[in-house]
C-alpha cells in the first residue's frame, strides 16, 4: 500500500511567518499534486510536480519534488490569514492519485 | 461552465437505511473518483470510474457499497444498510483523463451522518 505521510499534522503561526509542510513517501510517484481545502468545500488544486527535483513557485508558495520522486515540500513565505486551510499532497500512479495525511494551517493577524 | 456538483449537500440517514450520493462531473469529463474523508483527515480513495465502467474500486469496501457511472446521467455511490462507522464527507472528482498527472476537480462534497 503506498502511503504519504505529511508533518507536521497542525501548525499554528503568526501572520508573516515562513513555513515549511512535508510530503514523504517510501513509494516512487509519477507527478507529486499539492491542493488546499478549505471548510464545507472540496479540494482545489494548487500544482502539479512531475520531475524529480523540480522547484516551482506561485507567488509566496514554493513546491519541490525530491530526486528520487518520493518527497515533496511546500514552502510558505510571509503567511497572511488567507492561507488558512488543509494542505494536502497527492501522488499520482497507475490510474489514480493516493492522498496525504493533510496538514492544517492556521494563520492568525 | 459549471464544476462538479454533488448533492445532496448533506445526508442524514439511521442506521440500516441506504444512502445514495449523486454526483455530476465536469462538462466534457468522462473519469470520475469517490473519495472519503473523515475529519482532520486527507482523502481515502473508494473508487475509479469511467463511463459505464468501473477501472478500479480497491478502495471500497466488499459489501454494501456500489458505484455507477452509466452513460446517461450522474455517477452514484451507493452505501446499503448504513452504520455509524458510515457517517463521513464523501467526495466526488472528475477529470477529462486518467489522474496519473491530469488535476482533479473536486465537488463541495456530500456529509453523510447516520444516527
Known amino acids: 500500500t503506498q502511503l504519504l505521510e505529511q508533518s507536521p499534522q497542525f501548525l499554528s503561526i503568526q501572520e508573516g511567518e515562513n513555513l515549511t509542510v512535508y510530503c514523504n513517501s517510501s513509494?516512487?510517484?509519477?507527478?507529486l499534486q499539492w491542493y488546499r481545502q478549505e471548510p464545507g468545500e472540496g479540494p482545489v488544486l494548487l500544482v502539479t510536480?512531475?520531475?524529480?527535483?523540480e522547484v516551482k513557485k506561485l507567488k509566496r508558495l514554493t513546491f519541490q519534488f525530491g530526486d528520487a520522486r518520493k518527497d515533496s515540500s511546500l514552502h510558505i513565505t510571509a503567511a497572511q490569514p488567507g492561507d488558512t486551510g488543509l494542505y494536502l499532497c497527492?501522488?499520482?500512479?497507475?490510474?489514480?492519485?493516493?492522498f496525504g495525511t493533510g496538514t492544517r494551517l492556521q494563520v492568525f493577524p | 461552465n459549471a464544476g462538479v456538483m454533488q448533492n445532496p449537500r448533506h445526508l442524514v440517514r439511521r442506521r440500516g437505511q441506504e444512502a445514495r450520493l449523486r454526483c455530476s462531473p465536469m462538462?466534457?469529463?468522462?473519469?470520475v473518483y469517490w473519495y472519503r474523508q473523515l475529519p482532520e483527515e486527507g482523502l481515502k480513495f473508494m473508487v475509479y470510474?469511467?463511463?459505464?465502467?468501473?477501472?478500479?474500486e480497491s478502495g471500497m469496501p466488499k459489501e454494501r457499497f456500489s458505484a455507477e457511472f452509466p452513460k446517461e446521467g450522474p455517477s452514484i455511490l451507493r452505501i446499503q444498510q448504513v452504520v455509524r462507522g458510515d457517517s463521513a464527507a464523501y467526495f466526488c472528482?472528475?477529470?477529462?483523463?486518467?489522474?496519473?498527472?491530469?488535476?482533479?476537480?473536486f465537488g463541495n462534497g456530500t456529509r453523510l451522518t447516520v444516527t
Open positions: 472528482a472528475s477529470s477529462p483523463y486518467s489522474s496519473y498527472n491530469s488535476p482533479l476537480h
Open positions: 513509494s516512487v510517484f509519477s507527478s
Open positions: 510536480v512531475v520531475t524529480g527535483g
Open positions: 497527492a501522488g499520482g500512479n497507475t490510474d489514480k492519485l493516493i
Open positions: 462538462k466534457g469529463h468522462s473519469h
Open positions: 470510474l469511467q463511463k459505464e465502467n468501473i477501472i478500479d
